[in-house]
């Protein structure tokens, strides 16, 4: 079954607005982290939030993780053209400890300058 | 510092073929992933190794895939013979795994690989 579901799969705003994407996660979780997918590039990192952590913070980026409801959303404030690109939630299960991801599907994400 | 290196980046060939993908971990780190990513299907984890050994390989596809791992610094993905419904991107990526596994991965930029 699907670990990670990001919400919407798209997302369109005008450069300045800010952008929220929403993860959902079905088993318990170790981790939560976020990538950015940029067209034809590998994924990147962006933020890792702990189990036992609720927010974090990063430049323009703001991750909240809610257990109780197993989901997490990232908010990109300022939005800027560059912002566009494909990102991505991926869960580490609390059991493991190789280092093994669940990726969801990704939201695409178009800033229009 | 260098990242996770893939070769070839574009790989085209004809259905029937032998491709092989290759793939250079971080230094120092001990597990690499191998990823295949279409539209239809998103991201897919194929295999993965923890200090050179494969420890999950259920989402490899078929027995026409195979992994390698023969030392800390190489890793190769086979597809033997292709065909066309294998044409995807191509990912390999490393991570430092340690104990609560806090650590993120590092993606190289992928292989393009094209059965025609």
């Known amino acids: 079954s699907q670990q990670g579901e990001e919400d919407p799969q798209a997302l369109s705003i005008q450069e300045g607005e800010n952008a929220t994407m929403n993860c959902s996660y079905k088993t318990s979780i170790n981790n939560l982290q976020w990538y950015r997918q940029n067209s034809g590039r590998g994924l990147v990192h962006l933020i890792l939030?702990?189990?036992?952590?609720r927010e974090k913070h990063s430049g323009r980026l703001r991750v909240t993780l809610d257990t109780s409801k197993k989901s997490s959303s990232l908010l990109i404030t300022a939005s800027r053209a560059a912002d566009t690109a494909s990102y991505f939630c991926?869960?580490?299960?609390?059991?493991?400890?190789?280092?093994?991801?669940?990726f969801g599907q990704g939201t695409t994400l178009q800033v229009k300058p | 510092d260098a990242g996770v290196i893939q070769s070839p980046r574009h790989e085209v060939t004809e259905m029937g073929q032998e491709v092989t993908l290759r793939c250079k971990p971080i230094?120092?780190?001990?597990?690499l992933f191998w990823y295949r990513q279409t539209m239809m299907r998103g991201l897919e984890l194929l295999i993965y190794f923890n200090n050179n050994v494969p420890i999950d390989d259920s989402g490899m596809p078929e027995d026409r895939f195979s992994a390698k791992m023969p030392n800390a610094s190489f890793s190769t993905l086979k597809i033997q013979p292709s065909e066309p419904r294998d044409s995807a991107v191509y990912f390999c990526?490393?991570?430092?795994?340690?104990?609560?596994?806090?650590?993120?991965?590092?993606f190289g930029d992928g292989t393009r690989l094209s059965i025609l």
């Open positions: 939030i702990r189990s036992n952590e």
């Open positions: 991926a869960t580490a299960a609390g059991s493991s400890n190789t280092g093994k991801l669940i």
């Open positions: 230094s120092g780190h001990n597990s």
């Open positions: 990526a490393s991570s430092l795994a340690q104990h609560e596994n806090n650590q993120p991965q590092h």
